[in-house]
């Protein structure tokens, strides 16, 4: 009985190490005019959470995210961001996902290149999932385009029947000793870029998931025994 409730512990130990690598780093980051509607769990940003201006007038500083992570923009100049409001999404397809407040509004760049960027501060140089929305509810019809960290991502129309992976794209891409994750227009590409939000979590380490499989290894074992 001792043995099984250490090797239970053991594994809940684990199991929270993983948990918690993950949770306090999820960022779900909501773009759009400060106006607009933010979607519920998600923290808004717009083109006024500008890295290259001090705070003050519109400006209005970078968003903090907690634990030193922040989030904002290179080049407020560059960037647009448009709300179709909320009887646009109502009547577009998109509708059918239960994302109004995500998807009705967005930002764009204008020009590529890195030094107009939307980047996330502050990271534990690692890897990184990087879920980028991207769809316009009055062009269901348009191929958009985006960049994480230099990584190309291309989204096809969504038509009349959009679903979460015409919209929405993951790309697993490394941070650097710099902290920083940038989101960026792809060069050389035609297409808009347009990007409703960006969702960055952590890979889990490849220490915590053989703790992990460990623990729970040990109970199977113990069980049978």
Not at 20 to 27: D, M, P, Q, R
Not at 95 to 106: F, I, M, P, V
Not at 160 to 171: E, G, R, S
């Amino acid at each position: 009985m001792r043995m099984r409730s250490k090797l239970l512990l053991f594994a809940g130990i684990c199991a929270g190490l993983m948990a918690a690598s993950n949770a306090a780093a999820v960022i779900m980051l909501d773009v759009g005019p400060g106006t607009s509607a933010t979607q519920a769990g998600w923290t808004a940003i717009s083109q006024y959470n500008d890295y290259a201006h001090a705070p003050g007038g519109s400006y209005l500083g970078p968003v903090a995210l907690g634990g030193g992570v922040t989030a904002g923009f290179y080049n407020t100049f560059n960037v647009g961001t448009t709300d179709r409001g909320a009887a646009a999404i109502a009547a577009s397809p998109l509708h059918a996902l239960g994302l109004d407040e995500l998807l009705r509004d967005y930002g764009m760049f204008s020009t590529a290149g890195s030094t107009y960027s939307l980047l996330v501060k502050g990271l534990t140089p690692g890897d990184y999932n990087v879920t980028v929305y991207s769809a316009d509810p009055s062009y269901p019809n348009e191929t958009r385009a985006v960049a994480v960290q230099g990584v190309a991502v291309t989204f096809d129309p969504f038509g009349t029947t959009p679903t979460l992976d015409k919209i929405a794209k993951t790309v697993t891409v490394t941070v650097s000793a710099t902290g920083e994750l940038a989101i960026t227009r792809p060069v050389g590409a035609s297409a808009p870029c347009k990007f409703n939000g960006v969702v960055v979590e952590p890979v889990p380490e490849p220490v915590t998931l053989v703790m992990l499989a460990s623990g729970i290894g040990l109970l199977v074992l113990r069980r049978r025994g």
